[in-house]
């Protein structure tokens, strides 16, 4: 068994992830993978769990939260 590096939980399906950094996390659930490894959006503070949309170094969960930030050229897919 493994423990969470989020929620601290011994559970024995327990997974890692390894980055290309060549960091690895272990977790017990895809929760709190993404709670931890997800980029957040620089407008609203969400998660970018999708795509998202990058744009002048930001993250953006999507084009409305980009074209807050001034960023106008950008779209969701339609």
């Keep these: ?30 929760e709190c993978a993404a709670h931890k490894m997800a980029p957040v959006c620089d407008n609203c503070g969400c998660k970018v769990l999708g795509h998202g949309h990058q744009a002048g170094g930001q993250f953006f969960c999507c084009a409305h939260c980009a074209r807050a930030q001034g960023h106008g050229e950008l779209a969701d897919s339609a």
């Design 1 to 30: 068994m493994a423990i969470c590096e989020v929620c601290g939980n011994d559970y024995s399906l327990s997974f890692k992830v390894h980055t290309v950094d060549g960091s690895v996390h272990t977790f017990d659930s895809i």
